[in-house]
């Protein structure tokens, strides 16, 4: 089991950046996938990044491509995703989440933070 703590969300305006991190108790290369996931009250959890121990096969929701990067830094067991072009559909609780697999599926993740909040402001 591994626990991953979120942070650097906000408020920000529509079209700020933010930089979301994700700290992991373990060495991030001993977790195979890392993701980001999002929520919004009264919505289905769902896919936003993801990237493998490498850094490799990234893969984004058509609805940020282009504007979130994810990247990760074994070194400070830390995974990160960097928002950009942030618009008011943003809005919604981030989350961090481990796996064993190459998904975009929340099912497949079995370590999961506690979530951050980001709110953009139109």
């Known amino acids: 089991q591994v626990q991953l703590v979120e942070s650097g969300g906000g408020l920000v305006q529509a079209g700020g950046s933010l930089r979301l991190s994700c700290a992991a108790s373990?060495?991030?290369?001993?977790?195979?996938?890392m993701a980001w996931f999002r929520q919004v009250p009264g919505k289905e959890r769902e896919f936003v990044a993801r990237?493998?121990?490498?850094?490799?096969?990234?893969a984004y929701a058509d609805s940020v491509k282009g504007r979130f990067t994810i990247s990760r830094d074994n070194a400070r067991n830390t995974v990160y995703l960097q928002m950009n072009s942030l618009k008011p559909e943003d809005t919604a609780v981030y989350f961090c989440?481990?796996?064993?697999?190459?998904?975009?599926?929340?099912?497949?993740?079995?370590?999961w933070g506690q979530g951050t909040q980001v709110t953009v402001s139109s």
């Open positions: 989440a481990g796996g064993r697999v190459v998904s975009t599926r929340q099912n497949d993740y079995k370590n």
């Open positions: 373990r060495p991030t290369f001993t977790i195979s996938t």
């Open positions: 990237l493998t121990e490498n850094g490799g096969m990234i």
